[in-house]
């Protein structure tokens, strides 16, 4: 069965404090791993997704990596608006389409 | 830029009533998702539909049920509302073989009483 476990489940950083969050992951055979943000009320928002280990991707403040068990989101220099839940997710094995999420990460930006 | 709508974005619905949310995506996707989401219990896949009149079970199908007459939309039906449904539901869409990315529509949080 394909897991994903996100860490922390909650993160407050200072603005300007750069920091990561985890995403580990279990899966037979991963086609993808996905990151979203999601504000309070809201549908999730996609950011990012990677393929293969090593791949890299990038958009403003945040930057994604994959190696063989595990995704990191780095945060440089956040801002007050990157307060957020960001939600890890991953595809693989023989369930085409579909998507296991971790249960994400709280992220709040003091100003 | 894909779009994915919910007829509501809140509702208020009778312990017993059937309800109806309705998600479209405008941009021709050919997989179509029901979540709902609750603090503490994540994301959990209701039901899904890879083609127009297709349906399969997800995690927690109890309860509910789907309905895609055309690719664009996708229901969900609470045949006999429950308290134990409130919740946040969420519909997204992805574009098909092999692309998985799913895109989620805005939310309707429902209260059932």
């Known amino acids: 069965e394909d897991q994903v476990t996100q860490s922390p489940e909650a993160l407050r950083l200072q603005e300007g404090e750069s920091s990561s969050l985890n995403c580990s992951y279990t899966?037979?055979?991963?086609?993808?791993l996905f990151w979203y943000r999601q504000d309070p009320g809201k549908g999730p928002e996609f950011l990012f997704t990677l393929y293969s280990a090593g791949e890299e991707k990038e958009k403003e403040r945040l930057k994604a990596t994959l190696t063989k068990k595990e995704s990191f989101l780095h945060i440089t220099a956040p801002k007050p608006e990157d307060s957020a839940t960001y939600l890890c997710a991953v595809s693989g094995g023989t369930s085409y389409g579909k998507l296991t999420f971790g249960q994400g990460t709280i992220l709040t930006v003091h100003p | 830029d894909v779009k994915v709508t919910q007829s509501s974005r809140y509702l208020v619905k009778r312990t017993g009533e059937k309800v109806f949310l309705e998600c479209v995506q405008d941009?021709?996707?050919?997989?179509m998702f029901w979540y709902r989401q609750d603090p503490g219990l994540g994301l959990r896949l209701i039901y899904f539909?890879?083609?127009?009149?297709?349906?399969e079970k997800g995690d927690i199908p109890e309860g509910y049920s789907v309905s895609r007459e055309k690719k664009e939309r996708f229901s969900l039906i609470l045949e006999s509302a429950s308290t134990n449904q409130t919740s946040m539901y969420l519909c997204a869409s992805s574009p098909g073989r092999p692309q998985e990315t799913q895109y989620f529509g805005p939310g309707t949080r429902l209260l059932v009483l």
């Open positions: 899966v037979s055979g991963l086609r993808g």
């Open positions: 941009m021709d996707h050919e997989n």
């Open positions: 539909s890879y083609d127009v009149k297709m349906k």
